[in-house]
């Protein structure tokens, strides 16, 4: 059998590629996996088709094959995909990593010094969030998949980018996704999508993903909010007050919900004049975003199991005071007439439901609570009137309005109607 001169050529040069590349694999993986001698060459770029694993991590090219048996990260730094043998090493640095063993087809996360609490949110000694042991190795590439398509969304179609992010809204609700995406370098992308994609769908899911990634997760905002160039608050502020999209418009307010749930990105919110805007939008807003904005102010300024004692005055490190919105003329208590208006008029308004009312009367009665017998919060002649009608139990009693369970605005009206005298 007579060998082509191409096909010399090619064995020779890329000999000293195969030799160097088997000195590297250790006697008992290449037993398990011989070692392929095919060459994928790009240009001058040769490597060969099967990965060659070492004891330290290598770049995985997109057109290598892996082997079972290895150790695999997602390099948060560098977006690339790295490999190495598995060997489990308490000391290895895994903060920056989507960890990954291949166990001979059936892939999942590995879970180095995983402590038994947890299991949705494991956590390592000194405090590290850790992959979540229920994590896939699918999971992990289709999230180092989706996260590249974000960051490089220019370069992408709309089809590509909407997949990308329906895929990391998928996976953004456990704790350790949520943190990785939080880094402001996929913030900032994010950002730019909610405010200037030209696409609703695009810009609507853009802020469902960064709403659920900082949902319940402390950790997540911190790092979302720690890039003084990237300011999640002021810019979902700005693309909330332009967006004309129903949909779009409640997500943006659903992650404006999740970034503020810290007493520096609340301050944030208040200096931007975060309030004013909500005020301005209630007014304009239909039914449906009126009640999203009244749980956005019960939960965020009125709950007081939310808010620490006197978080606005802490002082900052040059001695300065935060932001404090009492102090400043600007707080919760100018909602005051405009819930009660929304309530008296509310009716000739297309979806005010009673489920509506009842999110914009919770809201209203925590005002009250919390301002009582402030001038700007005392009620009108023609609100206490509605609200003796509303709580009239009409001959039946509490119990049986309750166990009917069709009238929960009624029995609010019933337990809160002192607040409002």
């Avoid at 060659?52 to 057109?63: K, L, N, R, S, Y």
């Avoid at 308004?349 to 509506?356: H, L, Q, S, T």
């Amino acid at each position: 059998m007579r060998t082509s001169p191409i096909s010399l050529l090619s064995l020779l040069f890329g000999l000293p590629a195969l030799i160097a590349a088997a000195h590297n694999v250790p006697e008992k993986f290449s037993a398990e996996h011989p070692f392929s001698s095919e060459l994928i060459c790009h240009d001058t770029t040769c490597y060969p088709k099967v990965f060659v694993a070492t004891d330290e991590f290598q770049i995985i090219h997109d057109d290598q094959e892996l082997p079972s048996g290895l150790h695999v990260r997602l390099n948060l730094e560098t977006g690339k995909k790295e490999a190495k043998i598995n060997i489990v090493d308490a000391a290895d640095d895994t903060n920056n990593a989507v960890v990954v063993v291949h166990n001979d087809g059936d892939s999942q996360l590995a879970a180095v010094d995983t402590p038994k609490p947890i299991p949705r949110v494991p956590v390592s000694l000194d405090g590290a969030i850790k992959p979540p042991i229920s994590a896939s190795a699918g999971e992990a590439l289709e999230f180092s998949d989706s996260l590249e398509i974000l960051s490089n969304h220019k370069s992408h179609s709309t089809t590509e980018l909407s997949h990308a992010l329906l895929s990391l809204e998928d996976l953004v609700h456990e704790i350790y996704w949520g943190l990785q995406i939080a880094a402001p370098k996929y913030v900032s992308p994010l950002l730019t999508l909610v405010s200037s994609s030209p696409e609703a769908t695009i810009r609507s899911n853009a802020a469902l993903v960064l709403g659920s990634a900082l949902s319940n997760n402390p950790k997540a905002l911190s790092l979302a909010t720690s890039d003084y160039s990237v300011r999640p608050i002021r810019s979902l502020l700005t693309s909330l007050d332009k967006e004309t999209d129903h949909n779009a418009r409640a997500r943006i307010l659903y992650a404006l919900n999740q970034a503020i749930k810290s007493p520096m990105t609340r301050t944030d919110f208040l200096s931007a004049e975060g309030l004013p805007t909500l005020h301005r939008l209630f007014k304009n807003g239909d039914a449906e975003f009126m009640g999203r904005v009244a749980i956005v102010i019960e939960d965020n300024f009125l709950n007081e199991d939310m808010l620490p004692d006197a978080e606005s005055m802490k002082k900052q490190a040059d001695g300065s005071v935060r932001f404090n919105p009492t102090r400043d003329g600007i707080d919760e208590r100018k909602f005051c007439s405009l819930l009660e208006d929304a309530l008296l008029n509310g009716s000739a308004k297309e979806g005010m439901d009673e489920d509506v009312k009842e999110k914009i009367f919770s809201a209203l009665s925590a005002l009250k609570r919390k301002y009582l017998g402030h001038k700007e919060c005392i009620s009108s002649k023609e609100f206490l009137g509605w609200l003796d009608a509303l709580a009239d139990l009409e001959g039946r009693s509490y119990g049986q309005i309750e166990a009917d369970g069709d009238e929960p605005l009624k029995l609010k009206a019933y337990d809160n109607r002192d607040l409002f005298v």
